[in-house]
């Protein structure tokens, strides 16, 4: 695999501000990616693909703790028996 360099401060601050604007999309429409097509395509033409993958992990891991906290954490075969 060929090693990119390092992206600039610059670049690195389009790629964060094409994650913020495509995520805050995604969490006014309930995570409807169909909306954020457009900032999706931006988001992937501004950062290293590593970092999509990361981001993309990383939002998964967010909402899951932010489910935990507003819901707190319910294990999977408890659900149904009450």
Same mark, same amino acid.
């Given at each position: 695999a060929a090693k990119?360099?390092?992206p600039t401060m610059e670049e690195r601050k389009a790629c964060w501000g094409a994650r913020d604007e495509l995520w805050q999309c995604l969490d006014s429409h309930g995570d409807d990616a169909s909306k954020c097509e457009k900032l999706r395509?931006? /988001?992937e033409s501004r950062c290293p693909q590593q970092w999509v993958k990361? /981001?993309?992990k990383r939002r998964d891991f967010l909402k899951y !703790?932010? !489910?935990l906290e507003t819901e707190g954490y319910h294990p999977p075969e408890a659900a149904g028996k009450s």
């Open positions: 990119m360099p390092a395509l931006s /988001f990361y /981001f993309d !703790k932010r !489910k």
